[in-house]
């Protein structure tokens, strides 16, 4: 991302890894698969590179988990 990239303000499409994600198209939060709360980029520390979803914390990443093992 730098100064010339428009539509800062709205999502992110990223691309989880395992350890690090990759932002496909700028903006400045993701949207948690499990709360629906948008996640700041710089505050995006939980997510599912299988999955591809990104979480707004711990206990959403646990609750994913839950329900997968569920399954």
């Not at 691309?15 to 700028?26: A, I, Q, S, T």
């Not at 948690?32 to 990443?61: D, F, I, M």
């Amino acid at each position: 991302m730098n100064a010339f990239d428009r539509n800062l303000d709205g999502p992110a499409s990223v691309h989880y890894g395992d350890g690090e994600f990759v932002v496909l198209k700028p903006g400045r939060y993701v949207v948690c698969a499990v709360s629906g709360k948008r996640v700041p980029l710089e505050t995006l520390r939980y997510w599912n590179a299988e999955l591809q979803e990104a979480y707004a914390g711990p206990e959403e990443a646990l609750a994913r988990w839950k329900e997968l093992q569920a399954a």
